[in-house]
């Protein structure tokens, strides 16, 4: 009499496919996230334009080489920082700077050719000064830092400092 030397495999694929579904299931992708920006809600009305008045202007342009023309004065990028927040700011009143922080507005210009890695650098150093003035504001109205603060505290603070930021792309070169 001869034995059956093979193995009945009708199952295996029943196997598989469970550990397929298993390893799909359990398995997290990694998603991009890319930049955290909020894009302005769509204009309703014939006429969309919004005068702003130029002392509530905070200009920043860069051109392809890097570049920085602040305020229409050529600075470095590790100025930018306190520049804004002295501008949002306003300690001494003047007269050209805006009257309270609510309405300041960033105009950002930059060259279509910037590098994308600069472009990112300058967004960075506006966030950092909405964010220290923010931190500050919250220590002096609240006691508290801006991450320990409650729901309505947040949206208190937010409204104080709202980063309200305008992007084009510049016409001009920058002659140093």
Request: glycine content about 2%; proline content about 3%.
């Amino acid at each position: 009499m001869k034995t059956s030397t093979s193995v009945n495999a009708g199952s295996m694929a029943d196997i598989a496919f469970l550990m397929l579904i298993f390893f799909l299931t359990t398995t997290t992708i990694e998603t991009d996230k890319g930049l955290d920006q909020n894009l302005p809600q769509p204009c309703e009305q014939e006429d969309c334009s919004s005068k702003i008045a130029e002392r509530n202007i905070f200009q920043i342009s860069v051109n392809d080489e890097g570049d920085y023309l602040i305020q229409n004065y050529e600075m470095q990028l590790s100025e930018l920082k306190q520049e804004l927040i002295d501008f949002v700011e306003n300690v001494n009143n003047s007269e050209v700077m805006p009257a309270s922080s609510e309405k300041a507005y960033v105009n950002l210009d930059v060259s279509r050719s910037l590098n994308y890695t600069d472009y990112i650098l300058v967004l960075d150093e506006v966030k950092a000064a909405y964010k220290s003035m923010r931190e500050n504001y919250s220590q002096k109205e609240f006691n508290k830092n801006y991450t320990q603060l409650s729901v309505v505290e947040t949206k208190h603070i937010l409204k104080k400092y709202p980063l309200q930021l305008a992007e084009s792309t510049m016409t001009a070169t920058i002659n140093p």
